[in-house]
């Protein structure tokens, strides 16, 4: 069964003069998941965001966040949600512990700011001005300010852009947290490992719409092929292997005795070949079968690097 929306959109359009950047897209968000929404630059994925957030205005459909209307409801809404943005959102000329101990103040039970200082290493950069931070550093108060009011849902934007892996590591940890602790989560990217590794669901939107969703495993073994790998003596009968595969596979001989296979790769699958091995004196080694990747379903979909 599942849980309850905290996001629901239906069939939204948002125009920018004679540009479509969101052309009737449909999405939800479940309470206590992570949902990450994936695309190319220009797909529409930021407007869909901020539109949920309350700071673009629908031009047609309907956007619902906690139950609420994010423009006509944005008083009762906002102590209830955490944004994080890129630019972070704090005076230049603000320091970093100040600026969060005054976002704790706005919240009726926020966290406790040491520990969630401490928690992202920010207690050296504390009383530093926000244009002298690094920009990891920005990163992290951003995510800091985001979550300090304990929202029942965050939006989180490139929250580790420009971290070193241990404050990487430690962002994730934080994120599971949350989750942990009912938090529903909205979470941007250009990691696909970041995707696979915290996601719940993940929304692949391109030309403004959705273009595919699931779970990082549902969408890897419901997009691309997988491979299977062997090595084998050189000169294979590789067609009359093939036609003990099943139709829609295929098999080639890389390289001298390298051999590949490519389709639906299953355990009936990797069963047909060891025994056709076995009936041509074959000892197959080296197996391997590659799973496909999120990004490798990306690119499949969109044909775009997610940079690009």
Request: aromatic share 4%; net charge negative; with cysteine.
């Amino acid at each position: 069964m599942r849980s309850e929306s905290v996001v629901q959109i239906r069939r939204l359009v948002k125009r920018y003069g004679s540009k479509t950047a969101v052309d009737g897209l449909d999405l939800e968000v479940h309470q206590g998941s992570v949902t990450a929404v994936l695309g190319p630059n220009g797909a529409g994925k930021t407007t869909t965001v901020e539109t949920c957030e309350g700071y673009r205005r629908p031009d047609a459909g309907t956007v619902r966040v906690l139950g609420l209307d994010p423009v006509a409801d944005a008083a009762k809404l906002r102590p209830r949600i955490g944004v994080m943005l890129q630019s972070g959102g704090v005076y230049s000329g603000a320091r970093a512990d100040e600026m969060l101990r005054h976002m704790a103040k706005l919240h009726a039970h926020p966290l406790d700011v040491d520990a969630l200082i401490e928690r992202l290493g920010l207690g050296r950069c504390g009383r530093t001005t926000y244009r002298r931070l690094s920009g990891g550093q920005q990163q992290r108060l951003a995510l800091a300010m985001a979550v300090v009011g304990r929202p029942e849902l965050v939006f989180l934007d490139e929250p580790t852009a420009g971290l070193d892996p241990h404050a990487r590591r430690s962002t994730w940890e934080l994120v599971r947290e949350l989750r942990a602790d009912g938090v529903s989560t909205v979470l941007t990217t250009h990691f696909m490992d970041e995707a696979e590794e915290l996601a719940d669901h993940v929304a692949i939107i391109d030309a403004g719409k959705v273009v595919a969703e699931g779970s990082p495993e549902q969408l890897c073994r419901g997009g691309a092929e997988n491979t299977l790998r062997f090595m084998g003596r050189p000169g294979l009968d590789v067609g009359s292997l093939l036609k003990a595969l099943p139709d829609g596979t295929e098999a080639v001989e890389l390289t001298t005795g390298a051999y590949r296979i490519t389709g639906q790769v299953d355990p009936q699958l990797l069963a047909t070949v060891t025994s056709w091995c076995a009936q041509h004196g074959v000892m197959p080694e080296g197996i391997s079968v590659e799973r496909h990747t999120l990004e490798d379903v990306f690119l499949e979909l969109t044909g775009k690097e997610l940079r690009s």
